[in-house]
Structure formats: C-alpha cells, structure tokens
C-alpha cells in the first residue's frame, strides 16, 4: 500500500529558489540587501528597512527549539502514522526563526533551547522538505 | 478633550448561545440581537443613525455587513456604518469608533454587533457539528509541517511561556477551573451545568499540547450587541447607563511568541489616563480569554502581577467566584459563550448594571474590558463605570 504523502506545499514563484536549494541539500532563507535582516517566508519588502532588494542565502542549518506544539489530532491522513509529532519553531544561529518540524526524538523530550540541525524529506522530485533532528544525532 | 464619562453602552442584546440553530447564518443572528438590545435600551430602530459590526468567520468576507444588518433590520437614514475587523479586540474598537463619533456630532445612537454561526445542525450519520472546520484550515508549508487548526499560535506562546518563567499546566488550568466556576453560577453559559475539576482539567484531550481541551474557547453561534449613545440621552434610557470612561488600543507589531506579551500595556494606558483610574480602583475584570494563556498574560500585562508571575498568581483560585479579583465573572469564552470581544464586553455591562444574579460581584463601580485579536496582536481597552 503506498504511503500517503504529506501535503505538498505549492512551489510559489516567491519560494522557488528555497525548494531548488532544498533539493541541493541546502537551506537558504531570504536576506536583506539595504541592511542585511535575514526573514522567512519570503516578502516582498523588509519589514525591517523598507528595501525591496533581496537575495537568498545559504544558512548553516543549526539552530535550537525556540517553541514547539505537539499535535495529537489527524487533520490530514498523512499524519495518521505520525501523531503525536511535534511542529517547532526554530530559531537559527543567525537569529531567523522558521517553521518546522522535529523528528528523530520522542516529541515529549523535546526542550525549548535544545540544539538542532536540519535534515531534508524527500516529498517528490520537486520538494526535498527541511526539517530539524538533534543536534546531538548529528553525524 | 476628554471623552471620559461622555458616552455610555444604553442597550445589550444576546441571544441564546452555542448550538442554537434558529438562524441558518450570521445575519439571522444579527436581527435577533440588534432587536433584543433595542427592546433593552427602550429604543426603537429609528433611533439608531450608526451600525458597526464586527462579522465573525461565517458571515462572509466580501459583503459589505454593517449594510446588509442595516438592509435586514429596515433601518433608514444611517450616517455612521463600518465593518471592522481587528479579530477579538474589535467589540471594544466598535464602542471606541461610536464614543468618538458621537462626541463630534457625526450620529447619536450606535449599535455595535458581533455575529457568527459556525456551527451546523447535526446531521444523521455525522459526527460533531463542524465547528472545527471554519477554524481548522491550513495551506503551504503549515499544512506541509502537519500545522492546522487555530490554536498552534497560542500553543507556542504557552509552551515558551512555561520555558521562561516556569509556568505549569496545572497554572494554566486554575484559570480554566476558576472560569467553570462563575459559568456555573451564569445560566446564559454553555457550560452552566457542568463543573470542571483540575483532574477533569488534566484529563482532557491535548488539543495542540501544551493546551488541553479545556485551555481553549467554545465555538458558538450567536449574536450580542450593544447600543451606544451620549451619556445625556442614556440616563433618560430604560436601564441604567453604563459609562464608558476610558478607551485605548494597542498594537505593537512584535512577534509575541518572542515577547510573551500582547497590546495591553500600551492600551491600557491610553484608556486609564482617559478614565482618570489605576488598577486598585478596578472592582471586576472581563479579559478575552480565547485561550486560558490569554488571561495569564493579559494580567500580567496590565500588571495585576509582574511579568513572569501570572501563573503562581491565578493558582490559588483568586480569579474565581469568592476570590480577591473577580474575572470572566460569566465564564467567559472558555465556559459560557465564544462571541469574540463581545463576551467580556457583555458581561462588563451586565456587572456594572448589577444584573448578573448569582455571579453579581457585590462592588461593581468600575470594570476594565479587553478585546485581544490575532496571536496577540491586537489589543482594546474599555473601562466603564456605574457613573460619570
Ligand atoms: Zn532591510
């Protein structure tokens, strides 16, 4: 039987370059060009400067748990097998904070603070989806 | 000039809370609350020259709803209209936009109303009444990462809040427990005959954990609103007037996972400096509780207790009937009925009328109101009083 896949998000024209970098492996977010603010999901303008020129940039993919939920109710049937999982929000090195989520550890044990690193799902051959592990996993 | 005392709420309506099912949509809702507050206050429709309304989910987005309550109710001549939404803290803004119109001579007599009917019928073969589903929806990446339903927000801001300052579960669930208390003695509250234990609390389904069922709201169906007028015109009114002696808002554009706080602090001293008050002179407190989160932080930000210490504030039940501050003295969102800013709006008046039977605390000058949208967004602040 095959696997229900997660929902797959839509390649918007804004996150094209975020799902090419993810296929590569690589995590990027958007970055600033008037003052160099790093923000995720992709604007149009910096909330923090008003420029409208931006760049993507690679960012290191470690991080911490800044908050997390646990899910425990199915709202779609690729989660069936995953409840509880745990939805995050991490914050980078680099000070950016994205969504995500924490696999790799029982979610119970999860901490706000704990070191994380990110890792990709493949989804399909358009969306290798990042998420974040233990940073004590890490190879 | 101060528009404290210069205005007054002459007129509450609400209709029958939660699984009602006499109107297939908001607007029906709408008509039987707008009537309600009318026969009230003792006016009649041609009294009214404003319509503000606040439409909840299911009234649609693309009409025009102060309008279409106006079309519906046959009301002629309106020369104040709008349809506002800043989520929870809208019922609060309403009263705020009619207070300053009528001050500046632009209309007399405002209702401002709150409608929604998310919840079906039960159907044969069905589960629920599909409530969830106007709540529960979810695109892009959220919905990629598993992210659905309303209450993920708040359920970030919780857990960090516990992270930081310590904050427990069975903290957050006093406030549920104290809420159930008051409901229990509000025959209008959904929950009026059900008591709810901190074991019960405990027990109750994580809907997005660190919040169990009973940290979150109900979803109703149902209308409330208020009718508005000079504070002159009020005392010659039915009931007796309910002064609105300061008004402020507050939106600070943070992220407030991050600051642990909402709008409050700024809204709250925009409306007390009006109202000419401070905290010790406050008899009872209707604070928006969509979530039991909501209520701790909010204390915390008008500053009933430092930041940091709302939960070992509420944990010995001094926000419950009996209790040093009386809170959500109707139950609030979590046990008696979800109208948005109406519900802690409502039962405002109601206390300061000494209308609320049971749950009427016994000193009831002074009352702060607050509406809260969004994850913490936005913020309203309303403080009434029994006199001028
Ligand atoms: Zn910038």
Redesign the interface.
Same mark, same amino acid.
């Given at each position: 039987m095959a696997e229900i896949v997660?929902? +797959?998000?839509?390649i918007?024209p804004e996150?094209r370059p975020f799902f090419e970098a993810s296929k590569n492996g690589q995590l990027v977010v958007q970055k600033c060009n008037g003052c160099g603010a790093l923000r995720f999901?992709p604007r149009r303008l910096c909330a923090n400067c008003l420029s409208r020129e931006s760049s993507w940039t690679p960012v290191s993919g470690e991080g911490e748990v800044?908050?997390? +939920?646990?899910?425990?109710?199915v709202?779609?049937p690729?989660?069936a097998t995953?409840v509880?999982?745990a939805?995050a929000?991490i914050k980078l090195k680099e000070g950016v904070?994205m969504?995500?989520?924490v696999i790799g550890i029982d979610p119970h044990a999860i901490?706000?603070?704990m070191p994380v690193r990110v890792c990709f799902e493949k989804?399909n051959d358009e969306?290798n989806?990042p998420m974040f592990r233990p940073a004590a996993d890490a190879a | 000039m101060s528009l404290r005392g210069k205005t007054a709420i002459a007129g509450l309506g609400i209709t029958k809370m939660g699984k009602n099912y006499a109107h297939s949509n908001a607007l029906g809702f709408a008509t039987e609350a707008l009537e309600l507050a009318l026969a009230d206050a003792g006016l009649l429709r041609s009294d009214l020259d404003g319509v503000l309304v606040n439409p909840g989910l299911t009234w649609g987005s693309d009409v025009m709803a102060s309008y279409t309550l106006q079309q519906a109710m046959g009301i002629r001549n309106v020369r104040l209209t709008a349809t506002t939404n800043l989520g929870g803290a809208s019922a609060a803004a309403l009263v705020m936009h009619a207070a300053m119109a009528i001050d500046a001579g632009m209309a007399s007599t405002v209702a401002c109303l709150f409608a929604d009917a998310p919840l079906k019928p039960p159907r044969p073969n069905a589960k629920g009444t599909g409530g969830g589903a106007a709540y529960g929806f979810a695109r892009g990446l959220d919905a990629a990462y598993g992210l659905y339903g309303a209450n993920s927000g708040y359920a970030m801001v919780a857990q960090r809040h516990m992270h930081v300052y310590g904050t427990t579960s069975d903290q957050l669930g006093a406030i549920a427990v104290a809420e159930r208390k008051w409901a229990n003695l509000n025959p209008m509250a959904e929950f009026h005959r059900e008591p709810l234990t901190i074991e019960d609390y405990r027990n109750s389904r994580w809907v997005a954990e660190p919040l169990h069922l009973y940290d979150c709201c109900l979803v109703s169906n149902g209308a409330v609103c208020v009718i508005v007028t000079s504070a002159e015109r009020a005392r010659d009114l039915k009931k007796p007037p309910v002064y609105i002696l300061g008004m402020g808002q507050g939106h600070p554009g943070d992220d407030p996972v991050e600051t642990l706080s909402s709008g409050a602090p700024m809204a709250k001293q925009t409306a007390f400096k009006m109202a000419g008050v401070e905290l010790k002179d406050i008899d009872v407190v209707e604070f928006y509780d969509c979530y039991t989160i909501t209520v701790l932080i909010t204390l915390e930000d008008y500053g009933f207790c430092a930041k940091g210490e709302g939960g070992p504030f509420v944990a010995d039940g001094r926000i419950g009937p009996g209790g040093s501050l009386p809170v959500n003295t109707g139950g609030g969102q979590l046990s008696a009925y979800y109208m948005w800013g109406m519900t802690p709006l409502s039962e405002g008046v109601i206390q300061i009328r000494g209308e609320g039977g049971a749950r009427q605390v016994p000193k009831h000058d002074l009352c702060v109101v607050s509406g809260n949208g969004g994850v913490l967004w936005t913020h309203s602040t309303l403080v009434l009083g029994a006199s001028a």
């Open positions: 997660r929902p +797959i998000p839509e918007t996150l999901p800044y908050s997390f +939920i646990i899910m425990h109710r709202y779609h690729a989660f995953q509880p999982y939805v929000t904070r969504l995500s989520n901490r706000c603070g989804l969306v989806l | -």
